[in-house]
């Protein structure tokens, strides 16, 4: 029988990669959000035309403070794919 | 950058079932032009250094004409001088509906930050490596938001600014500790993700085989470097403002 043993490298490299796409998870929860910040905004807008520029500005606000929490995902993600801090403690 | 994006184009390459392996990979990693010492500090020069020596140079010169042509302004606006009015009238009430008409001073600081994050976002389309895809560049300009923050918070608040960070109650000091670190870190890591991530999709895209290539790459352009660098600008400027603003004691 054949020996199917995995190169510890690789399975450092693979178990980054899954863990990258993990990460990008963390994309729901911003994306719903922003989501219901915007249609919220449009609410506002419609009852309130006049004010459309203050709703507007309060609205992008509060969508970038929501989108955070989804770039420290992507930040993550892009530190497994380009910068990964595991592949230097595998032995040679 | 141990997994190079070379590795990922032929991997998209395999998928298509096309070989890619004639036009070359861009790089996402900054790139090191060269090493200096100077008196036992390695100073790095690196690509982001370069791009933003270009930037300032550009903006210094468009501010040196501006200023040349100050002398021959008159009160009823032609030529550039509509352009630079509706500018800096723009700001003026940009920063004055954010921090209210008494701090409107600081529209002549965030105006420069302002125009810098803006065509360090922008001049991705030219080719250059956007020096905010750098964390370096964000997290230096975030750090003078930072201290703006709290230069205001004790000039304006003296003891009561002290004071904020044992309220409610004295154990939530540890807390407020972390949320004060915890906002130069969010505002830097915000841009420098929408920014890194847009040119990292870019560089997948123009990855893929060339067939694929045509016209496509040019709309995510417009979505990721023209809309998202605006965009994060504007945020990026208004969020540093309402910091600020928050501090200063009335």
Known sequence: MENYSIEPHAFVLGCSAIGAGLAMIAGIGPGIGQGYAAGKGAEAVGRQPEARSTVTSTMLLGCAVAESTGIYGLVVAMILMFANPFIGQVPN | ?250
């Open chain 2, 1 to 250: 950058m141990r997994l190079d994006l070379l590795e990922t184009h032929s991997l998209i390459g395999n998928l298509v079932g096309l070989d890619t392996s004639v036009t070359p990979g861009i790089d996402v990693d900054v790139k090191v032009y060269k090493v200096f010492n100077i008196f036992g500090i390695e100073v790095w020069l690196t690509q982001t250094v370069v791009t933003t020596w270009i930037i300032m140079g550009a903006l210094t010169l468009i501010a040196l004409i501006c200023r040349l042509k100050l002398k021959n302004y008159k009160e009823k606006p032609e030529g550039s001088q509509n352009f630079v009015e509706l500018v800096i009238e723009t700001m003026d009430s940009f920063v004055r509906s954010t921090m209210g008409d008494k701090h409107a001073y600081f529209g002549n600081w965030f105006f420069g930050v302002f125009c810098l994050i803006l065509v360090s976002n922008l001049c991705g389309l030219l080719a250059f490596r956007s020096p905010t895809a750098d964390l370096c560049t964000t997290f230096a300009i975030t750090m003078t938001t930072f201290t703006l923050i709290h230069f205001m918070g004790i000039k304006t608040g003296k003891g009561s600014y002290f004071k904020a960070y044992f309220e409610p109650i004295p154990i939530m000091f540890i807390m407020n500790i972390i949320s004060e670190l915890a906002t130069p870190i969010s505002l830097s890591f915000r841009l420098f993700g929408n920014i890194l991530g847009g040119s990292v999709i870019m560089a997948m895209v123009y990855s893929l085989p060339r067939i694929l290539n045509f016209g496509i790459p040019a709309v995510l352009h417009i979505y990721f470097d023209v809309f998202a660098g605006c965009i994060q600008t504007v945020i990026f400027v208004m969020l540093s403002m309402t910091f600020i603003k928050d501090k200063i004691a009335e």
